[in-house]
């Protein structure tokens, strides 16, 4: 205020299209030595003459904002510098240093960029015997790698061809092509090249010649090796929004203001999500839910402040997961009254399902890349750690980990048969000769008794809840019954191991959780409300100085979870959604680095695809909560609605009925996995063609957004086949502001082509038409003054003012003698 006081400065309104990432800062350069060459070269800025061996260094900086090409080379959800550029690279050492020609080259090590803001420092250094060798560090605080080595040698002299973006473009396409690089399917990277040269042809383009060149498959324990994890690890922002317009309105919307939780024991937190579970059920129902949103309205939900509160934003987002467009979830302060209404701003936000105030400050958020840290896991080596769900799952997977790789002597296994649990006993036999000393207790941890009897006399230093079930059921099935009995495995057992090992010296209390709490999921509102509760346990334990971390992880494979249970047509559409499932060696790398000292206490580690979340941004498909990951268009495409209304116009009622069965038959064939509509025949029952209850919500939350109508949650049950979808389309659906006489204007149109073709010299020809023309008109005039005017040549009456459009086609026709 005192700089701006007195100086005419006055607050502006921000743009309100989604923030776009560009640098307006100069990158720092390195600093040119005495004697260095400035160079024209899109990563490379100078060139320095080693005096003594004849040699030269190359130098230059680049980041994703001054090169943004490259975060088309997507690995694992992070960039990945692709072989090609170090080929360029040494091709363009060698043409300055009078050899033009690269005999070989080879890659050994990937350069990894896991941050936007990354900015890569390259050094290129080629000696006097033509050896050449490519290093690079991030921001000037890593190490340097060397990337690449290779032998430059002497090339027929030939000219120099300029790299402007487009030619360098071209020569980088070219090597690609040669490498045989892959732009689908699993990453590759191209690692080695013999004899490549660049020649300029006739007109001036550059000719790129390869003799031969090898790739090779890129894993993500490579990756991960150069990223420590973070390309796989996220927590959440929450950050300022964009402001909306002062016009916008706010829409229609019904505020629900969630009660204080009386009882603050797992039996208090279950009972309060019952009761929201009750309002949310009724909403659904509600007519008003046609045109209105719900406000869910929570007070220190997502601070960890209010535990109880923490469950309903998992349940809410799940239904908004199901019913999209419907909720809005609103967090207030903790101190707020329970009355307390949001402001009338934070409604006026647009995209934006979830927002916390906080000292009257709106937020909303955004998923982010954890911060790099350095230093391993600590379990306590020398203690006991207690696996709650350890003798099977992740949980028995976690226990060999431990064991194998972090030298823990002593295991506490829980599970509700102990021993007699299927493959304990091969558990327990494999877990010592590892070295580790293994109890197996048949317990129920949601038994706050149980879990006091276990607990007692022992010094435990690390306690692993991953105990957990799956019960997903749509919204509209969800009973309270099947709500507890998630919850009590997470919830109940989680709290009773906060409350109970309170004078225990740990050094790790981890919570695993999963994904669907902090993104919701459709199918799984008692799942997200059970794994939302331990987020927030994780954020009440880290403010009151306790060890606490909540691994919300994404799906797994080949640990009996649920992502084994489901079917490669679920998979499919699982990796539709841009998340891939985790192998175990996937997981259990970021498990170590998830719990590096010093990480968020609530973490996701998920493999986001994010080539397939761009796909989703450049249609407007993708939640707002990945905004800070892929970058939104500026420009979105049209909404589907706007272009199925122009696909629809000036078709015949018979057309529109094929357009709709097809796209109904498009997306289910999609759902299904199918590479086409032919799999999906028009008249058979889409559930006997596989698709699943889940499938079913995908399907109608897409038809919803295509058609702009509200379809039921019953579609596929009260109209059970395509063909019978496609009838409610055509029955409900009419485009907006559809021009009546589009198909009468579209006949038209196939009449004046046929004019057009009509031979200019046949005199007879075009005074018969020009008759009837002048006829139709006529007649066209009468019917619109109600007038029945003399039949036609063949006595056929004139069409009447109410005549239909297939009357008005028969007439024309008739009068122009196509009929």
Known sequence: AAVFAGRGARRVELPTYPFQRTRYWLIEQPTALPGADAVDHPLLTSMVELPEDGGAVFTGRFSLDSHPWLTDHDAFGVVVVPGQVFLELALFAAERTGR??????????????????????????????????????????????KHATGV??????????????????????????????????????????????????????????????????????????????????????????????????????????????????????????????????KWLIDERSESARLVVVTRGA??????????????????????????????????????????????????????????????????????????????GPDGTVLITGGTSGLGALTARHLAGEHGVKSLLLTSRRGMDAPGAAELVSELAELGASVEVA????????????????????????????????????????????????????????????????LSAFVLFSSVAGTLGGAGQGNYAAANAWLDALARYRAARGLPALCLGWGPWTQVGGMADRLDEAELQRLRRTGMPPLSPVEGLALLDAATVPGRPPATLPVRFDLAVMRAQAETGALPALFGGLVRAPARRAPSGRASLERRLNGLSGAEREQLLVDLVRGHVARILGHHGVDA???????????????????????????????????????????????????????????DPAAPLLAELSRVEAALTALAADDDAAHAKVTARLEALSRRARDARSGVVADGGPDGAPAPAADASDDELFEALNKELGLS
């Open 100 to 145: 033009g020609r690269v005999e070989e080259l080879g890659l050994h090590a990937p350069l990894v960029m896991a941050d936007p803001e990354d900015v890569v420092t390259l050094r290129v250094l080629v000696d006097e015997e033509g050896a050449v060798s490519v290093h690079a560090r991030c921001d000037g605080r890593t190490a340097w790698v």
């Open 152 to 281: 430059l040698a002497a090339e027929a002299d030939g000219p120099s061809w300029v790299r402007d973006e487009a030619t360098y473009a071209t020569v980088l396409d070219a090597a690609a092509e040669a490498a045989g690089v892959r732009t689908d399917g699993e990453p590759t990277l191209a690692h080695a090249w013999r004899g490549a040269s660049v020649r300029v042809d006739e007109e001036g383009h550059p000719v790129l010649s390869v003799e031969s060149a090898e790739t090779r498959a890129l894993s993500t324990e490579e990756v991960r090796a150069h990223t420590g994890g973070r390309e796989s690890l996220f927590h959440v922002e929450w950050i300022a929004p964009p402001v909306p317009p002062a016009d916008s309105e706010a829409g229609t919307h019904v505020v629900y203001a969630c009660p204080p939780v009386e009882d603050t024991t797992p039996e208090g937190f279950r009972a309060l999500t019952r009761q929201v579970l009750s309002v949310v059920q």
């Open 302 to 379: 997502t601070d960890g402040t209010d535990l109880g509160h923490a469950a309903v934003w998992g349940l809410v987002r799940a239904a908004e997961g199901e019913y999209p467009g419907r909720f809005v979830l609103v967090d207030l302060d903790a101190e707020a009254d329970p009355g307390a209404e949001p402001p009338a701003e934070a409604l006026r936000l647009p995209g934006e399902p979830e927002m916390a105030v906080r000292d009257g400050e709106i937020r909303v958020p955004r998923l982010a890349r954890v911060p790099a840290l350095d230093g391993g896991p600590s379990w």
């Open 442 to 505: 048949a317990c129920d941890v949601a038994d706050r008794d149980a879990v006091a009897a276990l607990v007692a006399g022992r010094q435990l230093t690390g306690v692993v809840h991953s105990a957990g079930i799956v019960d997903d059921v749509l919204l509209g099935a969800l009973t309270p019954e099947r709500l507890d009995a998630v919850m009590r495995p997470k919830v109940d057992a989680a709290w009773h191991l906060h409350d109970l090992t309170r004078d225990h010296d």
């Open 680 to 738: 999906v025949p028009p008249d058979r029952a889409v559930n006997e063609l596989g698709l699943t209850s889940l499938g079913a919500v995908e399907l109608r939350n897409a038809l919803n957004a295509e058609t702009g109508l509200s379809l039921p949650p019953t579609l596929v049950f009260d109209y059970p086949t395509p063909l019978a979808v496609a009838g409610l389309l055509h029955e409900n659906y009419q485009p907006v502001d559809a």
